[in-house]
């Protein structure tokens, strides 16, 4: 049984034996007081000490998009049979009148012991606030201070069902603000006029402005060429100037736009310094249903924002809900996917599909004192992998996760050994060392 006794104590951490990059050679890294305080070889023993046996030392994943109020909720009162965004939306609805303040911190705490198992400690959560009681919302606040210690929990107050065209709409993303949302949320594709989606972007705005908050809008998630919410996001954002503060989710159309308008709009969204978060999981099952073949991809133009300075993320959206049944809270999943649908497979683009559930996600969040250097946040994760394209690859569970300059979660390597000759073979999955 593992030794949990230094995980909730405070007091200076020491791992030893770790890569911090899979250029350079081991070091030790002594925490304290919730830093990194010391990066460097041989550093003096303290007295809590984890020997990290050479696993890859990197900063905690962030999942810059996820919705907790409905993780854990697929299969209840029905499932999803058709798999379509349309029924997972119906069933969503169906499941709301269900909802309760202890059934949601039950589902959210959980999938947030998922999330930290994965290593992720930093999470950005839409929340719906299309409900006359904000119950959701009132039941993630709790959450939310409560593992303050731990996990940085932001909250958006998302209007799922529209704000124009849902009744009290607009009174209830004031009042999400004003009870402690993080975030001002948005829906402009899916109000019923484009008028009143451009209307869902202003309010947007205008309650950032008064709350001093920043924004993350679903913006343009739908295969409709002539969803084109976006550009009015880009030019809020440098008439408020408010860059870097405002992300655009999803954003799927671009993926359906003509060349000629992606080209511009790439343009202004980098001028304007807004965020994107790409969602594959999701997109990549939910988008392209209305098409026969060739079938779209149902996501936004990952490689050519990225190629344009754009800070893209990738939010893992949905974790076993009406609208994905599948998940695991697994970042590293989604960089995989991202990498995949986005065809970020050259040796530079592997590395920005990491940076999206890393630095990238962070800019995102705007978390301070974020990365492996001294001074930085005691918030890691350590995989047994000798790179990070490798932990994409495989998809391990970290081996330790701290966070805080506490040890959070433990996950004990798996070994496979293959025996078809005399003695069994362990198997490694890395490249044979004459690749290296
Ligand atoms: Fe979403």
């Avoid at 402009?188 to 202003?202: A, M, S």
């Avoid at 790439?266 to 999981?281: D, E, F, M, W, Y």
Wanted: one cysteine or more; glycine letters at 8%.
């Amino acid at each position: 049984m593992w030794d949990w006794s230094h995980s909730q104590e405070s007091g200076p951490l020491l791992i030893k034996n770790v890569h911090v990059s899979a250029a350079d050679g081991l070091v030790d890294v002594l925490m304290d007081d919730g830093l990194i305080a010391k990066i460097g070889p041989s550093l003096t023993s303290v007295n809590h000490v984890i020997d990290a046996e050479g696993a890859l030392m990197v900063p905690a994943l962030v999942d810059p998009h996820v919705h907790m109020d409905a993780v854990l909720t697929e299969g209840f009162p029905e499932p999803n049979r058709s798999g379509t965004l349309l029924e997972g939306i119906e069933r969503w609805s169906q499941r709301k009148a269900y909802l309760t303040e202890e059934d949601i911190i039950s589902r959210a705490e959980e999938g947030i012991r998922w999330h930290i198992g994965h290593g992720v400690l930093k999470i950005r959560s839409h929340v719906d606030v299309c409900d006359p009681n904000l119950t959701a919302l009132k039941a993630l606040i709790k959450v939310r201070e409560k593992i303050r210690p731990w996990v940085t929990l932001q909250l958006v107050a998302f209007p799922q069902d529209g704000v124009y065209c849902f009744p009290d709409g607009p009174e209830l993303m004031e009042e999400a603000m004003r009870l402690g949302a993080d975030v001002v949320g948005g829906i402009p594709h899916y109000e019923w006029t484009r008028e009143d989606g451009i209307r869902n972007v202003e309010l947007a705005f205008s309650l950032a402005e008064k709350y001093g908050k920043p924004i993350d809008i679903h913006c343009d998630e739908t295969d409709d060429e002539h969803s084109r919410f976006l550009e009015t996001v880009a030019n809020l954002t440098r008439l408020y100037q408010m860059a870097g503060k405002v992300t655009a989710s999803h954003t799927t159309a671009m993926g359906s736009y003509n060349d000629a308008y992606a080209f511009k709009l790439i343009r202004i969204l980098s001028k304007a310094g807004v965020n994107i978060v790409a969602n594959p999981l999701d997109n990549v099952v939910l988008q392209g249903r209305f098409d026969t073949y060739p079938k779209r991809r149902g996501m936004t133009r990952v490689k050519e924002l990225m190629t344009a300075g754009v800070t893209v993320a990738a939010g893992h959206d949905s974790i076993m809900d009406p609208w994905y049944p599948l998940g695991t809270a697994s970042q590293l999943f989604v960089a995989s996917m991202l990498a995949h649908v986005g065809q970020l497979t050259g040796v530079e683009e592997l590395h920005w599909a990491f940076d999206s559930i890393t630095g990238a996600g962070a800019k995102v969040m705007e978390l301070p004192a974020y990365g492996i250097s001294e001074g930085s946040r005691a918030d890691v994760a350590l995989f047994d992998v000798p790179t990070t394209t490798d932990a994409i690859r495989l998809i391990p569970r970290p081996h330790f996760v701290i966070a805080n300059g506490m040890l959070v979660a433990k996950t004990p390597v798996a070994t496979t050994e293959v025996w078809w000759e005399q003695e069994p073979k362990a198997v490694s999955y890395l490249r044979p060392e004459s690749n290296l």
